[in-house]
């Protein structure tokens, strides 16, 4: 959906804002060793460099590549202690801006071989695949520009299947206290997402989660937090009653239609042909929708608990709703809930807004998983596969904040971010062949050096178009920039192998 809101642009400068390079993010990492800090931002910077390669393909060497196996199985070294420096970073950028979506969700880690497996290894939904759950909260501006990861938990499974027919496991689930279930990540991710909160007073965290978390507990725990600045919008995916003994989404279809908007729907395919004809992850053939918004202040009539009672919850509904859906198509249906401000057609918009922002947080787990390749790497243990995963995750995060910071910040010199000999070489190898070619004066904006990189990738810049570069494209391409500027140092015109003019 395109953005409906004239919002402010995220204040960056050279000096502080940006970062230049990804050995920025661990400078103030401690595992307790002075050599285990320093590897780290050496990895950090060999891995970031290619980060589509095996570890080996990625090194200069192999004395390198069996460097970086002992530190993922070095004790010291843990997945908290690989990401605290990032997140200490992150909470700097925050408090740089004037308000933050704060985005979570789970993905799974598949971490599934032919042969042996992964010991730590947890099922992911049948005994036939192993992994971790990963669970991230990401903070993006109202831009959609990635300032980072702020929180992150993970866990796997028992191999071992329940016992019992589905509606007996269904009965022992919801007897369980939350505090017992998986859900719980959710609570805590509110949790971390108000820790923001009070250590950036001056910026507005809005937590945003999709309908997964959709539950009364979290719906609590969003409006008990005591900071002025905390907000949420989390999407409904369950039938709720108000005070009014109304079904909440029938409560706010009742209202006037304040705003009509056109949305594009991608086309989908179920990934399990078991899911072919489920609502939320069914197949899905690409559309323009035409939808209706309507908005409503309710009380929320609070669930019965065996352990707990649990307090009526005041909070603000904003509904997206499709009009004349094709015939067979599940309708769009959006039913947002917050406590920001409803009251008028701009505020809901930005509601509207703040949620689109959240699939965002898709594309770091695309990134992740196709950029970084975190599936494919040859560790035999979880906590080294954790480790990994720590340190992948910062990189991932860091293509995502390029590719928009082109977008956002098209006029930055790009030596805010690139090194000389990378925007020198790419540009020479996209341009020797023009008449009277010559390298520029002023090194290129950084949008044209995101685009050059890009390139290298498969990117295609049509003029008559408004596209731009996407993660696949820069991940690619950044590992033929990281080529080219080594031969550019090796055998370029600064070299020192340069013959003398």
């Not at 007897?175 to 719980?184: F, G």
């Not at 309908?211 to 725990?221: N, R, W």
């Not at 239609?257 to 395919?269: E, F, G, M, N, P």
Request: net charge neutral; glycine share 4%; hydrophobic share 35%.
């Amino acid at each position: 959906m395109q953005a409906l809101a004239d919002l402010e642009y995220v204040r960056l400068d050279a000096e502080e804002g940006i970062v230049e390079t990804i050995v920025d993010e661990f400078l103030s990492a401690d595992l307790g060793d002075e050599r285990l800090n320093a590897r780290l931002q050496s990895l950090a910077q060999t891995l970031a460099a290619k980060p589509n390669e095996s570890i080996p393909a990625a090194a200069d060497s192999r004395a390198e590549w069996e460097a970086a196996y002992r530190f993922f199985d070095n004790d010291r070294v843990t997945p908290d202690k690989v990401f605290k420096p990032h997140r200490d970073v992150t909470l700097e950028r925050v408090r740089q801006v004037s308000s933050v979506v704060l985005a979570q969700d789970t993905t799974q880690i598949d971490l599934t071989r032919p042969s042996r497996q992964v010991d730590g290894a947890g099922s992911l939904g049948n005994k036939n695949r192993l992994g971790v759950f990963f669970h991230p909260l990401v903070a993006f501006t109202e831009q959609s520009l990635a300032l980072g990861t702020v929180w992150k938990k993970h866990w796997t499974r028992d191999n071992e299947p329940a016992r019992g027919t589905r509606k007996e496991k269904a009965k022992r689930r919801h007897q369980l206290p939350i505090e017992q279930k998986e859900s719980l990540r959710w609570i805590e991710g509110i949790r971390a997402s108000a820790k923001v909160a009070q250590s950036c007073p001056n910026t507005e965290c809005i937590a945003v989660a999709d309908s997964e978390s959709d539950i009364y507990e979290v719906l609590a725990e969003c409006v008990r937090q005591p900071a002025p600045n905390f907000q949420f919008v989390i999407r409904a995916g369950h039938d709720r009653r108000t005070e009014e003994k109304i079904d909440w989404l029938e409560a706010v279809r009742q209202t006037p239609c304040l705003d009509h908007s056109q949305v594009k729907v991608r086309q989908r395919r179920a990934k399990f042909r078991s899911k072919a004809n489920s609502k939320r992850e069914g197949d899905r053939d690409a559309r323009t929708a035409e939808l209706e918004t309507r908005a409503k202040s309710v009380t929320l009539k609070p669930p019965w608990r065996e352990d707990r009672e649990l307090p009526g919850v005041e909070v603000n509904l904003v509904l997206c709703e499709e009009v004349a859906p094709p015939e067979g198509a599940e309708p769009i249906v959006w039913l947002l809930v917050t406590q920001l401000p409803i009251d008028s057609v701009e505020q809901i918009r930005r509601v509207i807004d703040l949620y689109c922002i959240r699939w965002q947080i898709e594309i770091f787990f695309r990134t992740l998983k196709s950029g970084c390749r975190i599936e494919r790497r040859n560790f035999h243990n979880l906590p080294r596969s954790m480790n990994a995963i720590a340190l992948y995750s910062v990189i991932a995060w860091r293509i995502l904040y390029l590719t928009q910071l082109g977008r956002s910040h098209p006029d930055l010199n790009c030596e805010i971010v690139f090194d000389p000999s990378e925007w020198k070489a790419v540009y020479t190898v996209l341009h020797h062949r023009q008449p009277d070619f010559r390298l520029p004066d002023e090194p290129p904006s950084l949008d044209e050096m995101i685009k050059m990189v890009a390139s290298l990738g498969g990117y295609i810049d049509r003029p008559n178009k408004s596209s731009n570069p996407g993660p696949k494209t820069l991940w690619i391409g950044l590992q033929q920039t990281h080529s080219l500027s080594t031969g550019w140092l090796a055998f370029g015109p600064e070299s020192r192998n340069s013959a003398p003019t």
